[in-house]
């Protein structure tokens, strides 16, 4: 069975304080892995877009990587602005969304 | 570049009364449409895919007589939520994607949907 596993749930940093966001996948035909970000009582938001093993992505403090497992959202030197929560989604057959992980940074 | 818009953004009705959401790409067109379902602090729900000109695919568990779907040009999408009853209160996101699907879908903001 086709499956989107995001890990932590929540995470809090201090400003300032990188870190990694996970998501590992099992589905057959891996058509695309997409990032997205969203913010309480709004639609997600486009990040990025991953096709293959070894493909990576960078936007201001935000760079996705892609393995044939899973894909890692590295936050390096996260602001306030940052708080959200991200969601990471594999289109195979259908697409299938993660549960997220919402991510606080303290000021 | 690739904005969608869903409008209204917040409809309180009473109960049994249809409601209608509307979903626009503006930018772009929209090959195929997608309609979720958000519950508090939960994932995206997938409800139904449209494409232009075609009847709605739904998920297994959905209403189609519930949820009326039409997808009438490449760049509006309707949900009508028909005889609205509070267990359908929730959030609806609508979402659009241009081409084939390793291309990414853009999404509205959603619509808060509380029936009384």
């Known amino acids: 069975e086709d499956q989107v596993t995001q890990s932590p749930e929540a995470l809090r940093l201090q400003e300032g304080e990188s870190s990694s966001l996970n998501c590992s996948y099992t589905v057959s035909g891996l058509r695309g892995l997409f990032w997205y970000r969203q913010d309480p009582g709004k639609g997600p938001e486009f990040l990025f877009t991953l096709y293959s093993a070894g493909e990576e992505k960078e936007k201001e403090r935000l760079k996705a990587t892609l393995t044939k497992k899973e894909s890692f959202l590295h936050i390096t030197a996260p602001k306030p602005e940052d708080s959200a929560t991200y969601l990471c989604?594999?289109?195979?057959?259908?697409?299938?969304f993660g549960k997220g992980t919402r991510l606080h940074i303290l000021p | 570049g690739a904005v969608v818009s869903q409008h209204p953004s917040w409809v309180i009705c009473k109960s049994g009364t249809s409601v209608k959401i509307e979903c626009r790409s503006l930018d772009f067109q929209a090959t195929t449409m997608f309609w979720y379902r958000q519950f508090p602090k939960q994932s995206l729900m997938l409800m139904a895919t449209?494409?232009?000109?075609?009847?709605?695919?739904?998920e297994q568990g959905v209403e189609k007589d519930k949820f009326l779907i039409n997808h009438a040009s490449l760049t509006l999408s309707t949900l009508t939520v028909t005889s609205a009853h509070p267990e359908d209160s929730s959030f609806y996101i609508c979402s659009a994607r241009e081409g084939n699907p390793y291309q990414p879908q853009h999404f509205g903001d959603g619509t808060r949907l509380s029936i009384l």
């Open positions: 989604a594999v289109q195979a057959g259908k697409i299938i």
């Open positions: 449209s494409n232009e000109g075609s009847k709605a695919t739904y």
